[in-house]
């Protein structure tokens, strides 16, 4: 499968924990995207990398979120002191700036906290 | 600053029929618009987009979208439903000027197609 990959497809985690989520893009897309995606609504952008630089970040990302694409290639996502209001799906997506490609998304994680 | 608006919540139409499932946008710059479409327990499908040229643009499944510029819409259409078509869609937009192609998306639209 040459898709976007998002591991893990969920995860249950307590009040307080750390989670990290990794997320690898189509290989020859630079640009990477992260989404949050809450019941019956639309997803809500996150930040974005041009290869391993993050260019945009949302007002949505507090600080206790932080993301990293080291090496251009596979992205991290990780919420820090989880609380119930982080359970939501995250979407990973990817596209080719040569290609101007529309984004390609990935099937998300799904986070639970309980 | 951009926006998308899906003002249905859900769509009813018996198999056969044709759907329609209705989007209209806000961008300060060229909008370019997309729609996907989600399954249960699925990440998003790409379906068809518009950039430029012609406004009445094809894609996947069977499915089309009109481009009005005047009304800012996007309507997703296509001339038979299946059940298969069930799930939920929704209309994106981004600022073709916006070097960071971030999407903004709907609230969605739940596509209910019935025997």
């Known amino acids: 499968d040459t898709g976007v990959s998002q591991d893990p497809r969920h995860k249950i985690t307590k009040r307080g924990q750390n989670v990290t989520f990794r997320c690898d893009p189509i290989?020859?897309?630079?640009?990477l995207y992260w989404y949050r995606q809450t019941l019956g609504q639309g997803p809500e952008f996150l930040t974005y990398?041009?290869?391993?630089?993050?260019?945009?970040k949302s007002r949505l990302l507090s600080d206790r979120f932080s993301a990293e694409r080291p090496k251009g290639s596979f992205s991290t996502l990780e919420i820090q002191r989880t609380e119930q209001g982080d359970s939501a799906m995250y979407l990973c997506?990817?596209?080719?700036?040569?290609?101007?490609?529309?984004?390609?998304f990935g099937q998300g994680t799904r986070l639970t906290v309980v | 600053a951009q926006s998308v608006a899906q003002p249905e919540d859900q769509v009813n139409v018996a198999e056969g029929n044709p759907l329609t499932v209705k989007c209209t946008y806000s961008?300060?710059?060229?909008?370019?618009l997309f729609w996907y479409v989600q399954y249960p327990n699925r990440g998003l499908q790409f379906l068809l987009k518009?950039?430029?040229?012609?406004?009445l643009v094809k894609g996947s499944y069977g499915f089309e979208a009109e481009f009005n510029k005047s009304q800012t819409s996007f309507h997703l259409k296509k001339p038979s439903a299946l059940v298969s078509d069930s799930a939920l869609y929704f209309c994106?937009?981004?600022?073709?000027?916006?070097?960071?192609?971030?999407?903004?998306f709907g609230g969605g639209t739940r596509l209910m197609v019935k025997p």
């Open positions: 997506a990817s596209s080719s700036q040569t290609l101007n490609t529309e984004a390609f």
């Open positions: 290989s020859e897309h630079n640009r």
């Open positions: 990398f041009q290869n391993e630089a993050q260019l945009e």
């Open positions: 961008v300060s710059g060229n909008p370019y």
């Open positions: 518009y950039i430029t040229g012609d406004n």
């Open positions: 994106a937009v981004r600022d073709g000027g916006n070097a960071g192609n971030m999407l903004t």
